[in-house]
Each structure stands twice: as structure tokens, then as C-alpha cells.
């Protein structure tokens, strides 16, 4: 299956899944995705799919990890005091 395919497909399952989650109270999922004629095979593998896709992006770290090859830099900024701190808006 290309990427292409894979998105579609995803995109779809996420639609059914999340209109199966606002079913109404009291119809169950097995009861709901029946009236639809919907495999209940398939949607609990598309919910697992899901469901480990967010999980995966959830996780992904959140900057690149550092290498043994880069390095870290600081950068000193000069800050100029104020004339007359007593006067300055800014707390000490």
C-alpha cells in the first residue's frame, strides 16, 4: 500500500471511529457498526492503528537528540543596566 493510499484509507477509518464515539448512549459498537455493515474485525484494527500512530507522535521528541558529532553554543547578550534602577520598571 503507497502512502498515499494509507492516508486515505486512515483518514476514513479516523472519520468512522470518531463517529462511532459519539453513537447514541445505550447502542453498543458491535450494534452500531452492524447497522453500517462494518467489520468489527476491521475497525478494531484500524483503532489499534490509530490509536498507536498518536501515541508514536505523542513520544516523538520534541527537538532532534544531539549527536556525538554536533555541539552545543552559547551566545553571550550584553544587556545594558538602567540609568537609575530606582526608577526602572523592571524588579532586581
Request: with cysteine; glycine share 2%.
Amino acid at each position: 500500500m503507497d502512502k498515499i493510499t494509507h492516508e486515505v484509507r486512515r483518514a476514513n477509518w479516523k472519520s468512522i471511529i470518531e463517529q462511532c464515539q459519539q453513537r447514541p448512549k445505550g447502542l453498543s459498537i458491535k450494534q452500531w457498526l452492524s447497522e453500517r455493515e462494518i467489520s468489527e474485525k476491521s475497525y478494531y484494527y484500524w483503532l489499534r492503528k490509530i490509536r498507536k500512530e498518536a501515541y508514536e507522535q505523542m513520544n516523538a521528541p520534541a527537538l532532534p537528540a544531539i549527536g556525538q558529532n554536533s555541539s552545543v553554543t552559547f551566545t553571550e547578550i550584553p544587556v545594558r543596566p538602567a540609568k537609575n534602577p530606582e526608577s526602572s520598571n523592571i524588579p532586581f
